[in-house]
């Protein structure tokens, strides 16, 4: 079932949760809900699912308006952070409660009811638990157990609030796998919120990036890491040091470098950021009159292939966690190099992302 967000604003008291959102998800499709705490990811899936009305704009679902429909009638499964299964119950009746609370003319037989139970439990694993409680079993187990209860009601659409969120980061890696796994054999369509930008990433077919009540971007997972639309997407895309400059008819200058910025040919001395992920630099030690960003070794960290590097430019005159500099480089490299901390090393960006202050010097 295809769902279409038209222009969904929603308050609440002077907190603005959302404002003019719209999005349109796909028949069969696993998007994310990725943004900070507070941006309204979790506000637009209650909305979805009922649980909240908007202020202003619709839900259709299947080209149905269904903004004013219960969530009774909605046909949406949830699964949720904390799991809540029933504890008075076993496995196998906390997956056939939605069953067995169905209006008495769409209930099924209670042989029905043992069939498509065995079989939920089949599809995420856990058949043989099915006459354990949920305090008998581990997070990811009870979790599985959850989605199997909300797949029970065969819902149009599933819906899951940071449903690995509690859990630890193995599990959570583990379940990650699984759940795209199930997705690819359901074709449910589904929408989870999360928080965890490597999550999204690696289970979604599409992000939804959302910041302050609006969205920011939206595309595949390869896309928005490849091609962050704004500074906030690459901010909040994974690790990124962050440099302030000038942009002058196409060259951007910044500490102790100049980049090539064809696409700001435009720009007459304007406020310019530029973005470098930590994997992006090249790392040499420093000789008199080379080029690039000039910084000493504070700390390097070597964990198996990659050794991290923090350090801090030399400009900077007060160091501090703002003006220190990530980068990485293979282990092999730093062992090679006989780096040492207190050196002095160069740093030249070989990718780098400049936005320019629209509202200055163009």
């Known amino acids: 079932m295809g769902i279409e967000i038209r222009n969904v604003s929603k308050q609440f008291g002077k907190f603005q949760a959302l404002s003019d ?3 349109d998800i796909e028949a069969g499709e696993l998007v994310a809900l990725l943004g900070p705490s507070g941006c309204g990811k979790t506000t637009l899936l209650r909305i979805i699912a009922g649980l909240e009305t908007p202020d202003q704009g619709s839900i259709l679902f ?3 308006d269904t903004t004013d429909v ?3 009638e909605r046909g949406v499964g949830f699964v949720f952070q904390h799991y809540a299964l029933f504890r008075h119950m076993t496995v196998f009746e906390n997956v ?3 069953l067995r609370v169905k209006p008495r003319g769409q209930r099924p037989s209670e042989a ?7 079989s939920l439990l ?11 409680f949920p305090s008998q079993l581990s997070g990811g187990q009870r979790q599985r157990i959850a989605l199997a209860r909300a797949l029970a009601v065969e819902p149009k659409v599933l819906l899951l609030d940071e449903p690995f969120g509690a859990l630890d980061a193995k599990v959570r890696k583990e379940l990650r796998r699984w759940l795209r796994r199930l997705h690819d054999d359901l074709h449910v369509t589904s929408i989870f919120v999360t928080h965890d930008q490597e999550e999204a990433l690696e289970v979604a077919d599409r992000v939804v990036l959302m910041n302050a009540g609006k969205i920011e971007q939206i595309g595949s997972p390869q896309q928005v890491w490849d091609h962050p639309a704004s500074p906030f997407v690459y901010g909040f895309l994974g690790d990124v040091n962050l440099f302030h400059g000038r942009a002058h008819e196409g060259e951007v200058q910044f500490e102790g470098m100049k980049l090539d910025s064809p696409e700001h040919r435009g720009a007459q001395n304007a406020k310019a950021f530029a973005y470098v992920r930590p994997h992006d630099f ?3 030690r420093y000789a008199p009159g080379a080029e690039g960003i000039v910084a000493t070794l504070e700390r390097a960290i070597v964990i198996g292939p990659i050794a991290r590097l923090e350090l801090i430019p030399l ?3 007060q160091p501090s966690a703002d003006s220190l500099i990530e980068a990485q480089i293979p282990s092999k490299k730093f062992r090679d190099m006989g780096l040492k901390e207190g050196e002095k090393l160069v740093l030249t960006p070989r990718n780098a992302r400049v936005f320019v202050d629209a509202g200055e010097g163009i």
């Open 70 to 72: 219960h969530v009774r």
């Open 21 to 23: 959102v719209s999005l």
């Open 62 to 64: 299947s080209g149905e």
């Open 96 to 98: 056939a409660f939605g």
């Open 122 to 132: 089949s599809l995420v694993q856990l058949d043989w638990l099915a006459d354990r």
């Open 112 to 118: 029905q009811i043992r069939e498509k139970v065995h």
């Open 282 to 284: 090249e790392v040499e």
């Open 315 to 317: 400009e900077s005159r």
